[in-house]
Nanobody, 118 residues
Framework: VQLQASGGGLVQAGDSLRLSCAAS????????MGWFRQAPGKEREFVAR????????YYQDSVKGRFTISRDNAKNTVYLQVNSLKPEDTAVYYC????????????WGQGTQVTVSS
């Protein structure tokens, strides 16, 4: 299984980006997909997740109302629309696949850098 993340970049505070993560490598079950991020000197943290079949979503409190996770089942792709970016959103963003439940990530993507200048 391969997860290819893209869409990061250098933006100014208040700008928006759309991150994408395409899953490939054959047919595999997905309970859900999610996004995590890791800022310099900090631990990786959860950002958002989406249940693959129902589309139900869940967010970290700090991104509620600014970030939106969505998925395209046919393309095996998950998106993260990030709006009203703040300097504290600067991080490497990783996508993840949960195969059976929310208790552990089974596959990680390689990450895409988001840098927000003030």
């Amino acid at each position: 299984v391969q997860l290819q993340a893209s869409g990061g970049g250098l933006v100014q505070a208040g700008d928006s980006l759309r991150l994408s993560c395409a899953a490939s490598g054959g047919t595999f079950s997905k309970y859900g997909m999610g996004w995590f991020r890791q800022a310099p000197g900090k631990e990786r943290e959860f950002v958002a997740r989406i249940h693959w079949s129902s589309g139900n979503t869940y967010y970290q409190d700090s991104v509620k109302g600014r970030f939106t996770i969505s998925r395209d089942n046919a393309k095996n792709t998950v998106y993260l629309q990030v709006n009203s970016l703040k300097p504290e959103d600067t991080a490497v963003y990783y996508c993840a696949v949960y195969r059976t439940n929310w208790y552990g990530v089974d596959y990680w993507g390689q990450g895409t850098q988001v840098t927000v200048s003030s």
